[in-house]
């Protein structure tokens, strides 16, 4: 009699604790068909370079 009220409260005990489905969005990477613009050459003066890669830096975050 104990063993069996013993299995019956561990059952369901057990039963209490298996996890509920649970549905979340997953995001799938996908690759992007987007050319990248060429990066401004070092040789320029500085300021020059400096306005190039600043021109680049915003074409890169569009």
Do not use: H, N
Not at 8 to 35: A, S
Not at 43 to 61: G, I, K, P, S
Request: aromatic share 10%.
């Amino acid at each position: 009699m104990f063993m069996r009220v013993l299995v019956v409260v561990l059952g369901v005990f057990c039963l209490g604790c298996t996890p509920r489905v649970v549905y979340k969005e997953v995001y799938i990477p996908t690759k992007c068909q987007i050319v990248r613009p060429a990066r401004p050459s070092k040789d320029l003066e500085v300021l020059e370079y400096l306005r190039e890669l600043l021109a680049y830096t915003e074409e890169l975050e569009k």
